[in-house]
């Protein structure tokens, strides 16, 4: 009973951090929390057997997705939690470091059409639950340099006189990092504070401006295994002038943004702002009338982008989903309740 | 003495599944067919072993029990067998391309057995290992229209307008499922010419409270515009990404995409075809015209209008299968994996 109180205490700590928060956090930070809830989990919670574990790890990592279902981070840390622990027992069983198995033409066709079935092998407990902390750990330090290794990329796909457009790049630590990294001549930032270190414009100018730049570089809050990405509000339309004067598009994530679900309509996932951001409550009487919508998130379909770089690699829209298969396991998003 | 058993025709015994029970899936016909006869070839076997402990055997009698046994007793021997009825299937006039993939799918899985069991003397035992497997096959199988319609449920939500193409058992299901779970959506199906397949469809649609409306093959252009999703069958898919699918699905395609609407397109993963056309005249006859018209009019085929069309990847947004939602780019990775 001892581990229950333990859980859910836990539990109560993470719902409370949700809570404080008044301004959202940076993708990244949250992607950091979130491991640590599940590294607590791994440590505390009591199991037997990995797939007791990944029970636990799941029924939690799914209640909290479910009270927070706008951020996608949530799910996406659980789903390369639970690829550890099963690569740590996969390892354990196997007994050596080898990640793929003999007969693996067998269990790929097996794997293919068939969950296999939960791993109920008695395996040392202890072991698993250190070796599966050190992959946390191992994970969590990818994210710390995640922005790092973006911005070393920068140098493959800019040049010094490049003309860049971004999108609010004071908003964005990915960017901000990629951009103190590699000094381009020009930086223009659409609808950004006047603090920015670039050329601030107004999204009216977006067309005018694309006719000067060379190079698109825009930051994404997730991306979806068809090469479509859901990025900050006005963001489309600069990918859409981009298309139009045949500008490359170069989109920068970490991998926790990498979201094994498809999206077919935004409207069931975007999350509203304050609508007093777009009408001051001062106007409210006089537009009674009037319904006022502040989405954050656009859609952005995968063939307005020619890029999507992440902190192992750049890869154009048609192969993300490779990058899926890397970091999450197929059992885990196969059939996903949304 | 009981005589040996007929030989199991497996064309006839696929025609008869598919007679029985319309709604059957024909792939699924196919490889039960095929197990049938993986299956008839053991009880010969078990004929074989009884006869051979009776003491009082002629010669002609020996001579029949041991071309049985010559017959399948080795592995070599059952897969000839198998692959002849393969064959023998192809010449039905129904959907060849889901027949070829579906056996050869069905004929990988089930020799995929481990190297210690093949070399298992006892031949006996390997094809019961077979036979299990094949068993375990299908019942996966039987499911696979149902996953894809639970994958399929997101896409949908109320008040949108579906078009779809002539009559595709997987999108019926689909459709019904959704309908089931409560959306309201109305579905535009084409006439589907030479036979009018898109009028049993709306029959379909029309029976379970769905709104439907029939529409001419050459009313798509006119509707597409007030249409928010296209959805198609497949009658295969290619390593390319692209289908197989009855003629006019790539007409449809081109026109959806020229008014940016989403194509989705539901198959089962038995229908996947390690074939890679690059164009129409690419994509192999036998897939294009029934077995019969190609029996009949070998040299004159350019007066045949085919039955079905090639749509290319890049027309098509989703596909939806029972192993997942993929691009059509991923669709290739994926048949590799299941063909090596």
């Known amino acids: 009973m001892a581990d229950q109180v333990a859980v859910s205490r836990l539990r109560d700590r993470v719902n409370l951090y949700f809570h404080k928060t008044a301004v959202r956090e940076s993708s990244s930070k949250l992607a950091l929390r979130m491991l640590s809830f599940f590294e607590d989990l791994v440590r505390y919670a009591h199991y037997e057997t990995a797939e007791q574990l990944i029970a636990i790890l799941r029924a939690e990592g799914e209640l909290l997705y479910a009270a927070h279902s706008n951020e996608f981070i949530i799910r996406n840390m659980l789903l390369v939690v639970l690829r550890g622990v099963r690569d740590e027992c996969l390892t354990q069983t196997s007994g050596s470091d080898d990640t793929l198995p003999q007969a693996d033409s067998l269990n790929h066709f097996q794997r293919l059409w068939f969950l296999p079935a939960p791993n109920q092998v008695q395996i040392n407990s202890a072991q698993l639950r250190s070796g599966v902390l050190d992959f946390i750990k191992e994970m969590k330090e990818e994210i710390n340099v995640s922005a790092e290794m973006i911005s070393n990329q920068a140098g493959h796909q800019l040049v010094k006189t490049d003309t860049v457009m971004t999108y609010k790049l004071s908003q964005s630590g990915t960017l901000k990092k990629f951009f103190s990294l590699f000094r381009a001549k020009t930086i223009y930032s659409v609808d950004d504070d006047p603090s920015a270190p670039a050329n601030v414009i107004s999204s009216v100018e977006i067309l005018s401006t694309m006719k000067l730049t060379t190079r698109v570089v825009l930051s994404a809050a997730a991306i979806l295994p068809d090469g479509s990405v859901v990025a900050p509000a006005g963001t489309l339309n600069v990918c859409l002038a981009a298309k139009r004067h045949s500008v490359p598009v170069v989109f920068c994530a970490g991998y926790y943004k990498l979201t094994p679900m498809f999206i077919p309509h935004l409207d069931e996932f975007n999350v509203q702002g304050r609508p007093t951001d777009v009408l001051p409550a001062s106007e409210a009487l006089k537009f009674s009338n009037v319904s006022v919508a502040n989405p954050l998130f656009d859609l952005i379909p995968a063939h307005l982008i020619t890029l999507v770089l992440t902190q192992s690699s750049a890869k154009t829209p048609l192969h993300v989903y490779r990058l899926i298969s890397d970091y999450y396991h197929l059992e885990d998003f196969r059939q996903l309740d949304r | ?340």
């Open chain 2, 1 to 340: 003495m009981t005589d040996p058993k007929p030989e199991i025709s497996a064309l006839k015994m696929f025609e008869s599944l598919l007679d029985k029970d319309p709604e059957k899936s024909m792939g699924l016909a196919a490889i039960e067919a095929l197990l049938e006869v993986l299956k008839t070839s053991t009880e010969n076997i078990s004929l074989k072993l009884n006869s051979t402990n009776s003491s009082s055997l002629s010669e002609n009698l020996q001579d029949k029990v041991t071309s049985l046994t010559d017959k399948t007793s080795t592995v070599q021997g059952l897969t000839k067998d198998l692959s002849n009825a393969v064959d023998e299937m192809m010449r039905t006039d129904r959907s060849s391309a889901t027949v070829q993939s579906a056996c050869e799918l069905f004929l990988r899985f089930s020799s995929l057995i481990s190297q210690e069991k093949l070399i298992d003397a006892n031949f006996e035992a390997v094809k019961c290992e077979y036979v299990k497997r094949g068993n375990v096959f299908i019942k996966r199988i039987e499911k696979s229209r149902s996953i894809i319609a639970k994958c399929f449920r997101p896409f949908i939500r109320s008040n949108l307008k579906v078009l779809t193409h002539s009559y595709s058992k997987v999108v019926l299901e689909s459709l019904l499922e959704s309908k089931a779970h409560g959306c309201v959506f109305h579905v535009f199906v084409t006439e589907s010419q030479p036979d009018n397949s898109g009028r049993r469809m709306a029959e379909k649609l029309r029976q379970s409270g769905i709104q439907t409306t029939l529409i001419l093959d050459s009313a798509v252009g006119y509707i597409m515009e007030s249409i928010d999703i296209v959805v198609f069958g497949a009658e295969g898919v290619m390593e390319t990404g692209g289908i197989i699918n009855k003629i006019g699905t790539l007409g449809i395609a081109i026109c959806a995409k020229a008014m940016n609407k989403p194509v989705y397109v539901m198959a089962e993963s038995i229908k996947f075809i390690k074939e890679y056309p690059l164009n129409q005249s690419d994509t192999p006859n036998k897939f294009k015209y029934r077995y019969s018209t190609l029996e009949s009019k070998k040299d004159a085929l350019d007066d045949e209008h085919p039955l079905t069309d090639y749509t290319p990847p890049q027309y098509l947004n989703l596909l939806i299968t029972d192993l997942g939602i993929f691009t059509p780019a991923a669709v290739g990775d994926e048949l590799i994996k299941l063909y090596t």
